[in-house]
T-cell receptor, first 106, second 113 residues
Framework: QQQVKQSPQSLIVQKGGISIINCAYE??????FPWYQQFPGKGPALLIAIRPDVSEKKEGRFTISFNKSAKQFSLHIMDSQPGDSATYFC?????FGAGTRLTVKP | EPEVTQTPSHQVTQMGQEVILRCVPISNHLYFYWYRQILGQKVEFLVSFYNNEISEKSEIFDDQFSVERPDGSNFTLKIRSTKLEDSAMYFCAREDKGAEGYTFGSGTRLTVV
């Protein structure tokens, strides 16, 4: 089974800081590399995704960086806000990482 | 695109009983997925369903599980004889054409007692 490894497991950031979450994968045949955001009691929601022919994608405060040679992609949250506190999952091709619990302190 | 709706939102069942979880209504989509999430843990892939057939399933999806699309819109997950360890949130998801990820339903919380 394809492996998707996500790190860190948890992350605490001060308001206004940068949150960085990483995902490493094995399969090279994924069509896209998404990140999902999940609040307690809710289903995962697609946050941002990137295709393998692009190295970076930015949507507002959220940026994906994609390193094809290293088989890694990361989520950067700029100017992190308390409302960003949630669990984040990378999820290429139906497989999800273990999740990162982000806490943004006011 | 309308959201993915799941029913019931919460179901409590006795161990050994059969449960049917529903994902409704969905139309004009070919790809559907079921996932489960044990409290506080990762989202685990169960099965993908394409054009009324299972296209892929995980090792979790054993003979106790089955999926159907009985009336062309509803998409169901059946657990034949529930076990305590089946207690989890169950999410259905669809893959939208042109999207780069999945849209998840609000989930069904299954509690086996």
């Amino acid at each position: 089974q394809q492996q998707v490894k996500q790190s860190p497991q948890s992350l605490i950031v001060q308001k206004g800081g940068i949150s960085i979450i990483n995902c490493a994968y094995e399969n090279t045949a994924f069509d896209y590399f998404p990140w999902y955001q999940q609040f307690p009691g809710k289903g995962p929601a697609l946050l941002i995704a990137i295709r393998p022919d692009v190295s970076e994608k930015k949507e507002g405060r959220f940026t994906i960086s994609f390193n094809k040679s290293a088989k890694q992609f990361s989520l950067h949250i700029m100017d992190s806000q308390p409302g960003d506190s949630a669990t984040y999952f990378c999820g290429p091709d139906m497989r999800f990482g273990a999740g990162t619990r982000l806490t943004v302190k006011p | 695109e309308p959201e993915v709706t799941q029913t019931p939102s919460h179901q409590v069942t006795q161990m050994g009983q059969e449960v049917i979880l529903r994902c409704v209504p969905i139309s004009n989509h070919l790809y559907f997925y079921w996932y489960r999430q044990i409290l506080g843990q990762k989202v685990e892939f169960l099965v993908s369903f394409y054009n009324n057939e299972i296209s892929e399933k995980s090792e979790i999806f054993d003979d106790q599980f089955s999926v159907e699309r009985p009336d062309g819109s509803n998409f169901t997950l059946k657990i034949r004889s529930t076990k305590l360890e089946d207690s989890a949130m169950y999410f259905c998801a669809r893959e939208d054409k042109g999207a780069e990820g999945y849209t998840f339903g609000s989930g069904t919380r299954l509690t086996v007692v």
